[in-house]
């Protein structure tokens, strides 16, 4: 699946002002919203929007039962995003 941003500053800001860092189990947590709210960044509603787009499609093919539990990372490869 391809994807193409239409230059929209606002998209891209939100994109890129979380931040991440590793947890104690050695993977890379990203910044909650409370937490991304008391550094005073506004909720990243078109991001939100963005990546639930590509979710949709894997929350639908067939339940949460040969994908994980909603609580888990979704495994879906993504080839690029552009």
Known sequence: ????????????????????????????Q??????????GVKSPNRADAFVMTFAGEAITAGGFGGLGAWDKPLRRPLKSIV
């Open 30 to 39: 990203i910044e909650s919203k409370k937490e991304m709210k008391r550094r």
């Open 1 to 28: 699946m391809d994807c193409h941003l239409a230059g929209d500053d606002l998209l891209m800001a939100e994109l890129v002002e979380p931040t991440a860092e590793p947890n104690s189990a050695g993977r890379w």
